[in-house]
């Protein structure tokens, strides 16, 4: 058992989550089918796109998005600095090459001068565009850029489930979009994702390469993998789409109160941003602490109060080891300090209005016991 008291994400399993998993169980057809194919249709309905195609995990829709756009060996694939390794690794794994764009300081999300200068030189064929921790990336810029120089553009959705851009949900922008539906994630299968268009021919390739490449049973026509969820997950994924609106207010709730509070710190803490024309699920609730602060010290102090915390993220991608024989020099202003000053800490839904209030006087007492002499 954790000893926290409170913990950093928590999935919210009610009921009807279980009722809906017993049902696949009982019913005896508990690999691809029904149940997945009513998930796809009602989770690109709430996108408000035309085709789906559920997969086994966030990394394999980016990967297979990228295959099936025709991205390979030696294209150019821009990425930002500051995000999971995935959204890099994915290029890789299908022969690209990720080229790191710095990020807007204050939304954690591609920076778009910075995507300018980096398209100028490159000769990139794709743009990831990444909605980091619940906020949407400036994602009506990034498409204007993409349309004008003839660039593929996917959106890495995978933090940001039910996220909106000028009343839109992100993932209904881009050529392509992926989710996750990992344990942590706003909405959750366990394991799973989404990929998601509006060209049912692109889906249709995901959907050959997620199944063995296979057009006829045992006729097999590209190499593919099995990269299939089951209807287990995918009952679940019906039952907790249907409340993500609901656990999503619940987010925002909780943000708010630890805003009202963590506001009151100004000049050692900045709260997380919300422009005007998005609005920020909070998959993660990520400060920033200022250099005055000591950001090791808050983590202890807030651990000994039973509170989990984490950071997200402590290295940059350009400062990985795995892309370090890429030869990247210091690419990314923001993306540096950034990583050295995030501090995420619970916001979760499951977490009471008292809760919260926990959270946010825990967290004022332990930057005020941090800042440094």
Same mark, same amino acid.
């Given at each position: ?12 399993i009610e009921d009807d989550d279980v009722e809906a998993v017993v049902s696949v169980l009982k019913s005896g057809w $508990? ?60 290029? =890789? ?19 778009i001068d910075d995507l300018q200068k980096k398209i100028s030189e490159t000769s990139a064929k794709a743009i990831i ?61 366990g394991e799973g994702g989404m990929i998601l268009s509006n060209n049912k021919q692109f889906i249709e390739k995901v ?15 590209? =190499? ?11 009952? $679940? ?9 609901? $656990? ?89 300090? =950034?990583?050295?000053?995030? =501090? ?6 499951? $977490? ?22």
């Amino acid at each position: 058992m954790s000893s926290y008291r409170v913990r950093l994400f928590e999935p919210v399993i009610e009921d009807d989550d279980v009722e809906a998993v017993v049902s696949v169980l009982k019913s005896g057809w $508990l690999a691809h089918g029904p149940v997945v194919e009513s998930f796809e249709k009602m989770f690109a309905n709430y996108i408000g796109v035309e085709h789906a195609a559920a997969v086994s995990n966030g990394t394999v829709a980016l990967m297979l998005s990228l295959k099936a756009l025709g991205i390979g060996n030696g294209d150019k694939v821009l990425v930002p600095d500051y995000t999971f390794i995935a959204t890099a690794t994915s290029a =890789l794994m299908v022969g690209a090459i990720p080229v790191f764009v710095d990020v807007n300081y204050e939304t954690f999300n591609i920076d778009i001068d910075d995507l300018q200068k980096k398209i100028s030189e490159t000769s990139a064929k794709a743009i990831i565009a990444v909605h980091l921790f619940g906020h949407p990336a400036d994602i009506k810029a990034i498409k204007d850029i993409a349309s004008d120089k003839g660039i593929l553009l996917i959106e890495d959705a995978a933090q940001a489930h039910g996220a909106e851009a000028w009343g839109k949900k992100v993932g209904s922008f881009g050529d392509a979009a992926i989710f996750s539906f990992y344990a942590t994630k706003n909405m959750t299968t366990g394991e799973g994702g989404m990929i998601l268009s509006n060209n049912k021919q692109f889906i249709e390739k995901v959907k050959l390469l997620r199944n063995h490449g296979q057009v006829a049973r045992y006729v097999h026509e590209e =190499l593919g993998g099995n990269y299939r969820i089951t209807s287990i997950q995918a009952a $679940l994924g019906l039952t907790q789409l249907r409340k993500l609106d609901r $656990l999503n207010e619940i987010r925002r709730r909780n943000a708010m109160i630890l805003t009202n509070e963590l506001t009151k710190l100004k000049g050692y803490v900045e709260t997380p941003y919300e422009a005007q024309w998005a609005k920020h699920v909070y998959h993660v609730y990520a400060l920033k602490l200022l250099p005055s602060v000591d950001r090791e010290c808050v983590i202890k102090c807030m651990q000994s109060a039973g509170i989990e915390t984490a950071i997200h993220y402590p290295l940059p991608l350009h400062k990985q080891p795995l892309f370090q024989k890429l030869e990247y020099k210091e690419c990314c202003i923001n993306s540096s300090v =950034l990583s050295q000053r995030e =501090l995420s800490i619970p916001v979760h839904p499951k $977490l009471s209005e008292n809760d919260a209030k926990f959270v946010a006087d825990v967290c004022k007492h332990c930057i005020q016991s941090c800042i440094k002499l």
